[in-house]
């Protein structure tokens, strides 16, 4: 008996030391304190910073640079409406735009357009189009549209300026006939839009906007179906849904809206959370088949001023912060490994298990959907690849991210 219980324990053990030393098998780093580092070029075409100086950048790059991210885009924005300070909008375009010259391996710039002006200048249809073609030929390489418009803009009637307004069509038209990509951020996720309940995922949780307290803005499905016919009325024009669209509740209406609109791809900022309530290998698989559709995008916003650079408490902590979260995003992407999601959301409970996307899928997921859609992509440059060659001539990299303390 005592030789049986001896064998049975010993074959535990061998068990137990197997399964510690298989892949995945280890605690993320989110717990461990280790950051994980990719070995594939990476083009993150979803950063904002309000301080366009080479301190910023520089700043930037060091985190870039401890978990393997090659490039950023830096999309300006038009905040009107929503509670952030100053310094994101058209007034910064010339400052990002001559530090791109300064680092073209390592920076895109994407415009905006202050649709405030809708309001008060008469002929603000007309000198958008205008100013669209000269900012290209200042070198800007795309437009990133933020959520305020069809929510909060309006025009000199005082009624809410609709994405898919017919005034706006020569600006969307335009966009495509200079091979700039919109970069579009419409809505929020759908259950911003109603209270509280039991089956709501982020119950009680202060940053889900309440729109449903403001009767002026218009629903949810109001907002998709604007974007969706906007889409519909410029099949020649690249768009770039942030967020997943806004469609993280509901992949198969956004595999629907892939199947529907050719011109349009989705870039994955900051709405991993919402993944918690999918089987981790469809998420696989729908990245598998759009995988020439999706792009990596993080919405890090880059240091915004020079008194957080100075002080080394604060630079630590956002230094951390940012790290944190790239580590997070392509541990999840490249590992099968319990992962938190990145930005932090609810660290004391939730984790999501990654997804181990094949290395082919990656290559055009991190860099070749970007370099195919963004003319002069910092990461096709630096690879020697001339602007508009297909990514699929970049060689691919075998997958060799590594954990480190």
Not at 12 to 33: E, H, K, Q
Not at 115 to 132: C, D, H, S, W, Y
Not at 257 to 282: G, I
Not at 288 to 311: M, W
Request: hydrophobic share 40%; with cysteine.
């Amino acid at each position: 008996m005592r030789k049986s219980i001896s064998w049975v324990l010993g074959l535990l053990s061998a068990l137990m030391a197997c399964w510690a030393l298989a892949p995945g098998a280890l605690a993320a780093p989110a717990d461990s304190g280790e950051v994980y580092k990719s070995s594939y070029r990476i083009v993150d075409v979803h950063t904002h910073g309000a301080w366009p100086t080479p301190s910023a950048l520089q700043a930037q790059f060091a985190v870039m640079d401890a978990t393997g991210v090659d490039a950023i885009t830096l999309l300006l924005f038009d905040p009107a409406g929503f509670p952030f300070n100053g310094g994101w909008s058209e007034p910064n375009l010339r400052a990002w735009l001559e530090l791109r010259r300064q680092f073209p391996e390592r920076l895109n710039v994407f415009g905006t357009v202050d649709f405030g002006r809708a309001a008060k200048e008469p002929a603000f249809f007309q000198e958008i189009v205008t100013e669209l073609s000269a900012a290209a030929k200042l070198g800007m390489q795309g437009i990133k549209i933020w959520k305020n418009l069809g929510m909060h803009h309006r025009d000199a009637s005082g009624a809410l300026l609709k994405i898919d307004d017919p005034r706006l069509d020569p600006f969307w038209t335009q966009c495509g006939e200079l091979g700039l990509p919109v970069l579009i951020h419409t809505a929020d996720p759908r259950e911003y839009w109603y209270p509280n309940t039991y089956n709501t995922f982020q119950y009680k949780q202060g940053n889900t906007a309440r729109y449903y307290e403001h009767p002026v803005v218009p629903g949810w499905e109001e907002l998709i179906r604007q974007r969706d016919h906007l889409l519909q009325k410029h099949p020649a024009t690249d768009f770039i849904a942030a967020h997943f669209a806004s469609l993280t509740s509901d992949l198969d209406q956004l595999a629907e809206l892939l199947d529907k609109f050719p011109n349009l791809s989705v870039e994955c900022s900051a709405r991993l959370r919402f993944f918690y309530r999918y089987h981790p290998e469809a998420i696989r698989d729908f990245f598998i088949k759009y995988q020439d559709r999706i792009l990596f995008g993080s919405d890090i916003f880059l240091i915004a001023d020079e008194k957080t650079l100075q002080n080394e408490t604060t630079l630590k902590a956002w230094r951390q912060r940012q790290t944190r979260a790239y580590s997070d995003y392509l541990e999840y992407f490249e590992t099968d490994h319990m992962v938190m999601v990145p930005g932090g959301y609810q660290p004391q409970w939730l984790r999501l298990k990654g997804i181990h996307l094949p290395p082919a899928v990656l290559e055009k997921f991190y860099h070749g959907n970007a370099e195919r859609l963004i003319r002069g992509s910092a990461r096709a440059l630096a690879a020697g690849q001339s602007e508009g060659a297909p990514a699929g001539s970049i060689a691919p990299v075998a997958p060799t991210g590594v954990l480190v303390k």
